[in-house]
């Protein structure tokens, strides 16, 4: 995911009938990098006034899972949205993109066929070593992924309230033909 500007200003949820609700789902596997996620979308929230108890936190084994949980948490009604952190990493078998195409498609179906937003940081580097300087690097990168997939979470929610209200104002009708 990319950082995102866009002319939508994100309302705030006192708009709102109640305050947005969002479930976070995380891998556990390299939780020391992918938990920096939940740190950067964290800081990114509350830069947005949104309080902490908007957020639900739900720990899974790995990135396999997240599909399945997002899937219970969106058909229980209770999340305006859901976001996916994971780690996917090439362990020297050829299994890792088999694993995140997986992960992501679940994901896109969730979202499509529960109308609830689904958002990834998911994410399968090309090279990941376990050495520090691939550590660091990668929770500086979950960290900035955090902020960017909460960015676009608040950013997203808002666009869909807009549309919700627009498409249920009553369009005018056209003025009546006058008899020439």
Same mark, same amino acid.
């Given at each position: 995911?990319? /950082?995102? @500007?866009?002319? #939508?200003?994100? %309302?705030?949820? +006192? &708009?709102? &009938?109640?305050? %947005?609700? $969002?479930? $976070?789902? @995380? &891998?556990?596997?390299?939780?020391?990098?992918?938990? /920096?996620?939940?740190?950067?979308?964290?800081?990114?929230?509350?830069?947005?006034?949104?309080?902490?108890?908007?957020?639900?936190?739900?720990?899974?084994?790995?990135?396999?899972?997240?599909?399945?949980?997002?899937?219970?948490? +969106? *058909?229980?009604?209770?999340?305006?949205?859901?976001?996916?952190?994971?780690?996917?990493?090439?362990?020297?078998?050829?299994?890792?993109?088999?694993?995140?195409?997986?992960?992501?498609?679940?994901?896109?179906?969730?979202? #499509?066929?529960?109308?609830?937003?689904?958002?990834?940081? $998911?994410?399968?580097?090309?090279?990941?070593?376990?050495?520090?300087?691939? *550590?660091?690097?990668?929770?500086?990168?979950? #960290? =900035? =992924?955090?902020?960017?997939?909460?960015?676009?979470?608040?950013?997203?929610? +808002?666009?869909? /309230?807009?549309?919700?209200?627009? #498409?249920?104002?009553?369009?005018?009708?056209?003025?009546?033909?006058?008899?020439?």
């Amino acid at each position: 995911m990319n /950082q995102m @500007s866009s002319p #939508l200003s994100a %309302p705030t949820h +006192a &708009a709102q &009938a109640r305050p %947005p609700q $969002v479930a $976070v789902i @995380s &891998a556990s596997w390299h939780a020391d990098i992918v938990g /920096q996620a939940r740190q950067g979308l964290l800081e990114e929230f509350e830069r947005r006034c949104w309080q902490r108890r908007q957020i639900e936190f739900f720990e899974v084994p790995g990135a396999f899972e997240i599909p399945l949980h997002a899937q219970q948490l +969106a *058909r229980s009604g209770r999340f305006d949205a859901i976001i996916a952190c994971a780690l996917v990493v090439n362990g020297g078998i050829y299994r890792h993109e088999f694993v995140s195409a997986a992960v992501i498609d679940g994901l896109m179906r969730v979202q #499509l066929d529960s109308g609830v937003p689904v958002f990834s940081a $998911v994410l399968t580097p090309r090279d990941f070593h376990e050495h520090e300087e691939h *550590r660091q690097f990668f929770q500086a990168h979950f #960290l =900035k =992924k955090g902020a960017e997939v909460a960015q676009a979470c608040a950013l997203t929610l +808002a666009s869909l /309230q807009q549309m919700q209200e627009r #498409l249920q104002t009553p369009t005018p009708s056209p003025p009546a033909a006058r008899p020439a």
